[in-house]
């Protein structure tokens, strides 16, 4: 008996809001599959409003609430049967996040959590990594995000350590990332990546996504710090328009992709790791599984 039901996942980012649709394929005695329906990417880049002026400002407020409703009738036509909607780090810490939340309520009818950061980094590495990652080696997982970035040291196939920092794209953009903060995330990463003899990255977000789609390279084959390296250096030799017009990246994409990878070639650095696996899972992914696992917890309680 085949059963295919549809959960979305709503993911508001401090770089861009995003919609998952996702398929739940049920089918007796075989693993459950979650095969990606549709996605739905606006850059509303709440970051720049909140890690500049403190609050979302009554522009991206309307655009928010205008993206929320078309969220809406998006899962309506697809019959979604249940979502989930997690905020993170803009709006953890906009003075005015809370009345934003229930002024989406009230327009759309969507629930917002706010989450934190170490919630966001669970729910980011509860994503099914093993089926890709080789449960005999270690990796630091580094998902970047506009407002913070996550990182969960897996040995073994099992965490050992995660953390998130308030060091991301946006905030780095505005300048908005000190010394300090870059010192506390290389001590870390030196801290818990040290006594292991090997170990590879395995980096998530939009960014390194593009990077790795442009490399050409075969899913599950890895990049190498030579090439981000070079990437790296290349992209800085265009100016932002140019990454627009003969890069061929998106507006919203040409600006934050550098300090993206600024943050990738430097986990790699501290952790000794020679090689980037791109596994193209994100927050929106784990929410998806959350509510899948959530609800099968309930139904067998």
């Not at 401090?14 to 075989?30: D, M, P, T, Y």
């Not at 002026?53 to 407020?61: R, T």
């Not at 990878?261 to 998806?288: C, E, F, H, Q, T």
Request: aromatic share 8%; charged share 20%.
């Amino acid at each position: 008996m085949l059963s295919i039901k549809k959960y979305a996942a709503i993911d508001i980012g401090s770089n861009a809001v995003r919609l998952l649709i996702s398929n739940i394929i049920e089918q007796k005695g075989k693993p459950v599959l979650f095969k990606k329906n549709s996605l739905v990417r606006v850059p509303i880049r709440l970051g720049s409003d909140v890690f500049v002026h403190g609050k979302i400002s009554k522009e991206n407020i309307s655009r928010l609430l205008d993206t929320m409703q078309a969220f809406k009738l998006l899962m309506k036509s697809h019959k979604v049967v249940k979502y989930k909607a997690c905020a993170t780090s803009a709006m953890r810490e906009s003075a005015n996040g809370k009345q934003v939340v229930d002024l989406v309520l009230k327009t759309s009818g969507i629930s917002i959590d706010i989450i934190g950061g170490e919630v966001e980094a669970a729910i980011i590495a509860a994503t099914d990594l093993n089926s890709y990652i080789d449960p005999t080696k270690t990796y630091l997982y580094v998902d970047v995000g506009g407002g913070s970035t996550e990182f969960t040291v897996i040995h073994e196939g099992n965490q050992v350590a995660s953390r998130s920092f308030k060091i991301g794209t946006v905030r780095l953009l505005n300048d908005m990332v000190s010394k300090e903060a870059w010192q506390e995330l290389e001590q870390w990463i030196k801290l818990n990546s040290s006594h292991y003899d090997k170990i590879s990255v395995l980096g998530s977000g939009g960014n390194i996504n593009k990077i790795f789609k442009v490399s050409g390279k075969a899913l599950g084959k890895p990049l190498t710090y030579f090439y981000l390296t070079s990437y790296y250096n290349t992209l800085q030799t265009y100016s932002y328009e140019e990454r627009i017009t003969e890069l061929d990246l998106n507006q919203d994409r040409a600006d934050v992709i550098i300090p993206a990878m600024r943050i990738y070639l430097s986990a790699m650095k501290w952790s000794g790791a020679k090689n980037i696996y791109v596994p193209k899972i994100g927050l929106a992914d784990g929410i998806i599984k959350s509510i899948y696992y959530d609800t099968v917890t309930s139904n067998t309680q």
